[in-house]
């Protein structure tokens, strides 16, 4: 299957700072993206969508300016927690389609903790 | 309802045993059903898909059964092991509906 690259897998940052995580279609070029936020024990919660060339798609609730989001290649995406803070401590997870435009795979996740 | 409900939360085999975690889902237009396994710290991993036009699709100890009448897929692991320890998740990918998740827990 195809492979998405996820980094970092962990990142511990002070109150105040930003934080930059990245996510990587290895051997497939993926227009789309896409960007969710796990809480323990629970469902994956798709933040937005992340299209290459042009601005991400936000679900309701989920602040643009908070959660940066930039794919400015068909093989990367990134996204950008801006000045974090200890509420924003989470499991992030991106995800792209293959080629078909039917399977999603997924990032091995980056887990967010904000002193 | 739920766009997807997965039953159950959690699921303690002893290890050779079986298991099965049901996926129900409410849109009837859907036409493609992944299970995912997600370990601890992990990203999600697509283990097994269905198609509609199919049943049954078997892969080693891992098996996905679809009923597109009752609107259900289930997921059933045979002779598990410890390793099969892990979450599980249904999903309708082009929905972006999730499952709530299953806890799988194979006793030695």
């Known amino acids: 299957g195809a492979v998405v690259s996820q980094h970092p897998s962990w990142v511990i940052c002070k109150s105040g700072t930003s934080v930059k995580i990245e996510c990587r279609s290895l051997?497939?070029?993926?227009?789309?993206m896409f960007w969710y936020r796990q809480f323990p024990k629970q469902s994956l919660m798709l933040m937005a969508t992340s299209n290459e060339g042009s601005k991400a798609t936000y679900e309701q609730g989920v602040e643009k300016d908070k959660f940066l989001i930039n794919h400015a290649s068909l093989t990367l995406s990134t996204l950008t927690v801006t000045s974090a803070h200890p509420e924003d401590s989470s499991f992030y997870i991106c995800s792209a389609r293959d080629r078909g435009g039917e399977k999603l795979f997924f990032g091995s996740g980056t887990q967010l903790s904000v002193l | 309802g739920e766009n997807v409900e997965q039953h159950p939360s959690t699921l303690s085999v002893q290890e050779g045993d079986s298991a099965v975690i049901k996926c129900t889902y409410s849109?009837?237009?859907?036409?493609?059903f992944p299970w995912y396994k997600q370990e601890l710290g992990k990203g999600p991993q697509l283990i097994i898909d269905?198609?509609?036009?199919?049943g049954e699709k078997k892969d080693q100890r891992i098996a996905v059964t679809l009923n597109k009448t009752a609107k259900h897929f289930s997921l059933h692991i045979t002779e598990t092991q410890p390793e099969d320890s892990a979450v599980y998740f249904c999903?309708?990918?082009?929905?972006?509906?999730f499952g709530s998740g299953t806890k799988l827990n194979v006793k030695p």
């Open positions: 269905i198609r509609s036009n199919v």
């Open positions: 849109d009837s237009a859907s036409n493609y």
């Open positions: 999903a309708i990918p082009n929905k972006f509906y």
């Open positions: 051997d497939f070029q993926a227009t789309t």
